[in-house]
T-cell receptor
Framework: DQQVKQNSPSLSVQEGRISILNCDYT??????FLWYKKYPAEGPTFLIS?????DKNEDGRFTVFLNKSAKHLSLHIVPSQPGDSAVYFC???????????FGTGTRLTVIP | GAVVSQHPSWVICKSGTSVKIECRSL??????MFWYRQFPKQSLMLMAT?????????EQGVEKDKFLINHASLTLSTLTVTSAHPEDSSFYIC???????????????FGPGTRLTVL
């Protein structure tokens, strides 16, 4: 079964508003989480990450929140811009392991 | 939910040898599979797109004679790194799309990746 889940396949947000993308995971051994942004015909580009020792990491307009007890992380984009329109994947890994587990992606559309 | 597996999860080989990596969709038929390579700063570079029964489409700059991709069935794609060299050492990830009649490749199911180390 999927160890990392993104239950919303799509999200539409008005320009200037906040975009919130959600991700859930099942493996409590995961200790490092990443968000990727993907444009068509390209590979996912690394956006932001968070270690399990933190509950928040901020980089400009992008903030990732981690709730370990709920096994949930979210990506906040504020303010949203039309150029943010893309597919966003969350991913998780277990320190020392070779694996990187991805969610299935959420397509974000920012409406001008 | 859909599961994609990769085998092996890690491999160490000598320079000049060939390595085959398998990508399997375990519970759905994947009409399209993608192969990625992870670079420093963790972004993934799309190497090629393969559709079952046809030749893979390689991205610019990816040597098709070096990275052989075979998508022989709807559940299996293989990537063979031929005559591997240390610079080929990387993390290779596959993904599969097209399960359950989904026409869009927005929804991709990723494998857990294969760590290749070439000595």
């Amino acid at each position: 079964d999927q160890q990392v889940k993104q239950n919303s396949p799509s999200l539409s947000v008005q320009e200037g508003r906040i975009s919130i993308l959600n991700c859930d995971y099942t493996n409590s051994m995961f200790d490092y989480f990443l968000w990727y942004k993907k444009y068509p015909a390209e590979g996912p580009t690394f956006l932001i990450s968070i270690s399990s020792i933190k509950d928040k990491n901020e980089d400009g307009r992008f903030t990732v929140f981690l709730n370990k007890s709920a096994k949930h992380l979210s990506l906040h984009i504020v303010p949203s811009q039309p150029g943010d329109s893309a597919v966003y994947f969350c991913a998780a890994s277990d320190k020392g392991a070779n694996n990187l587990f991805f969610g299935t992606g959420t397509r974000l559309t920012v409406i001008p | 939910g859909a599961v994609v597996s990769q085998h092996p999860s890690w491999v160490i080989c000598k320079s000049g040898t060939s390595v085959k990596i398998e990508c399997r969709s375990l519970d759905f038929q994947a009409t399209t599979m993608f192969w990625y390579r992870q670079f420093p700063k963790q972004s993934l570079m799309l190497m090629a797109t393969s559709n079952e029964g046809s030749k893979a489409t390689y991205e610019q700059g990816v040597e098709k004679d070096k990275f052989l991709i075979n998508h022989a069935s709807l559940t299996l794609s293989t990537l063979t790194v031929t005559s591997a060299h240390p610079e080929d050492s990387s993390f290779y990830i596959c993904s599969a799309a097209g399960g359950w009649g989904e026409p869009s490749t927005d929804t991709q199911y990723f494998g857990p990746g294969t760590r290749l180390t070439v000595l």
